[in-house]
Every structure is written in C-alpha cells, then in structure tokens.
Nanobody, 130 residues
Framework: EVQIAETGGSLVQAGGSLRLSCSAS????????IGWFRQAPGKEREGVAT????????FYRDPVKGRFTISRDIAKDTIYLQMNSLKPEDTGVYYC???????????????????????WGQGTQVTVSQ
C-alpha cells in the first residue's frame, strides 16, 4: 500500500522560496506518476508539477514554469517541490499524489488531471503574503 505524507508548507512573503517534501513509500508497481497539486479556497484542485517514474520526465503548468522544480530522491523515497519567486496566487493547500499507469510518453493534460491519481496525501498549507 502506497503511503504519502507532505511537509514543508509555511507562511512566506511574496518573492520568497519554499521547498515541499513528499514522503512516498510502499510502491509495488512500475510506471507511475507523482504529482503536486494545489487547491486555493473556493477553487478546484489543479495540477502544478508532475514527474514520471519511468524516465523522470517532468511537467509544469504554465503559471509555475521557470519558478517551480519537481525532483525526486529515490534512495529517500522523497519527492520535492522547490518553489521560488512565490506569488500570492500560489497560496493554497498543496497535495502530493500518485497515479498508476503512467508510461513514458505520457503528456498533458493527463499528467495534471486529479482523477488520474488514486493515492493522496493530507496536504500542506502554503500561504504567500503580499
């Protein structure tokens, strides 16, 4: 059974940086994707960044391109989301999730669709102040 736990959320000023961590363990299958999603108050959950287990291909939604970086440390069973140049609109609860059946060649929009991801963490709050 896959278990996920996110940490690293905090209050930060606009222009600052945060690094979120996602501890993910219990994988008994190959070809999966790990995604970071966020949900702002009153808005739908949206994909932010995704990495494929097959070849470490990464994907970023346009609003975070050039500012966020997703990476993973296999030895530590941890996936990171480095967030730089944070903006107030980045505020929200950030979730880490695992989706099965993502093979090399997977592309948007599938890699950002919440319904394609079956295992979720509890989320961590990121608040960016003006």
């Amino acid at each position: 059974e896959v278990q996920i736990a996110e940490t690293g959320g905090s209050l930060v000023q606009a222009g600052g940086s945060l690094r979120l961590s996602c501890s993910a363990s219990g994988f008994t299958f190959d070809n999966y994707a790990i995604g970071w999603f966020r949900q702002a108050p009153g808005k739908e959950r949206e994909g932010v960044a995704t990495i494929l287990s097959s070849d470490d291909t990464t994907f970023y939604r346009d609003p975070v391109k050039g500012r966020f970086t997703i990476s993973r440390d296999i030895a530590k069973d941890t996936i990171y989301l480095q967030m730089n140049s944070l903006k107030p609109e980045d505020t929200g609860v950030y979730y880490c999730a695992v989706g099965r059946g993502f093979y090399s060649g997977a592309i948007p929009p599938d890699v950002f669709l919440p319904r394609k991801f079956g295992t979720w963490g509890q989320g961590t709050q990121v608040t960016v102040s003006q």
